[in-house]
Nanobody, 116 residues
């Protein structure tokens, strides 16, 4: 059974930092992409950052310069280091993994709340 388990969310003040982690298990085939999405109340889920097995990364404009995604392909883990957090970063953050065969999986989400 495939599982993506996130950790590291919480409450932080404006300007603070958090590190999210996600571990994928039960996936038989190579993962091509691991990413972080987020969904704020009343808004659509949006891509925050992604990293591919080839080493490329991509960030939402709102995350550039503040967030860093890193992954360990051998361990099927991905982290998101978030710095200089703002109230508008408040959301449920979801881990995402897509295999080279195309199957995709989501984690259960972890809440990040940034107080002003």
């Amino acid at each position: 059974q495939v599982q993506l388990v996130e950790s590291g969310g919480g409450l932080v003040q404006t300007g603070g930092s958090l590190r999210l982690s996600c571990a994928a298990s039960g996936i038989s085939f190579k993962i091509h992409t691991m990413a972080w999405y987020r969904q704020a109340p009343g808004k659509q889920r949006e891509l925050v950052a992604q990293g591919t097995s080839g080493g490329s990364t991509d960030y939402a404009d709102s995350a550039k310069g503040r967030f860093t995604i890193s992954r360990d392909g051998a361990k099927n883990t991905v982290q998101l280091q978030m710095t200089n957090l703002k109230p508008e970063d408040t959301a449920v953050y979801y881990c995402y993994a897509r295999q080279e065969l195309g199957f995709a999986y989501w984690g259960q989400g972890t809440q990040v709340t940034v107080s002003s």
